[in-house]
């Protein structure tokens, strides 16, 4: 099992509840984790990161995933929270 810690770009408050981030952050790390073969065991947001408990494989190329599941999630955000967003990254 992994611990990772997201630190959002200069720890902005972008993860909050009213606007529906956090659920989209969490049903966009589970998909791209199954492309992985990758088990999210647990995923909890603070208002600036995002703590993930995953299972893998040992055969798994960690730091790949990692930096796929950063990229996707990042650009998926900035496009589901345009408005939001736009002043904060």
Do not use: W
Not at 28 to 39: A, H
Request: net charge positive; charged share 30%.
């Amino acid at each position: 099992m992994y611990h990772l810690i997201f630190v959002v770009k200069y720890r902005q408050s972008v993860f909050i509840e009213e606007i529906g981030s956090i659920e989209a952050l969490k049903t966009k790390i589970i998909e791209l984790s199954e492309n992985f073969e990758v088990k999210v065991v647990e995923i909890e947001c603070g208002i600036d990161h995002v703590h993930l408990l995953i299972s893998a494989k040992p055969m798994l190329d960690i730091p790949k995933d990692i930096n796929t599941s950063k990229g996707h999630s990042s650009r998926f955000l900035k496009k589901a929270c345009k408005r939001f967003l736009k002043d904060k990254l």
